[in-house]
């Protein structure tokens, strides 16, 4: 299973984003994928998870309701759309994709150890 990220940039606060993660070799749909973020000096953080073949969107404090994760089966990507951006959103993404057994029933996982596959990372910088 391969995934490549990709929609990163620079935004102003208050702006919006979206960032797009194709996956190929995934062979059927009993999947999770997640959005992960890493800022200079800090651990990995959850973002984002939903299931492949649709389910509950679940999201930290930190971000709900401003970000929002989807995942188009027919197209094999998932989405982030990132809204309301703040300063301290800055980091690299990473989208990251697991069989479901291993993220578990919603609530997903939001530890990065249960996710097999992982992306390149992709960096959103967001200025005040």
């Known amino acids: 299973v391969q995934l490549q990220a990709s929609g990163g940039g620079s935004a102003q606060a208050g702006g919006s984003l979206r960032l797009s993660c194709v996956v190929s070799?995934?062979?059927?749909?009993?999947?999770?994928v997640a959005w992960f973020r890493q800022a200079p000096g800090k651990e990995r953080e959850f973002v984002a998870a939903v299931p492949w073949d649709g389910g509950l969107p679940f999201y930290p404090s930190s971000v709900k309701g401003r970000f929002t994760i989807s995942a188009d089966n027919s197209k094999n990507t998932a989405y982030l759309q990132m809204d309301s951006l703040m300063p301290e959103d800055t980091a690299t993404y990473y989208c990251?994709?697991?069989?479901?057994?291993?993220?578990?029933?919603?609530?997903?996982?939001?530890?990065?150890?249960?996710?097999?596959?992982w992306g390149q990372g992709t960096l959103v910088t967001v200025s005040s």
């Open positions: 070799g995934r062979t059927f749909n009993a999947y999770v």
């Open positions: 990251a994709t697991t069989l479901a057994g291993r993220a578990g029933t919603y609530p997903y996982s939001d530890r990065y150890d249960r996710y097999d596959y």
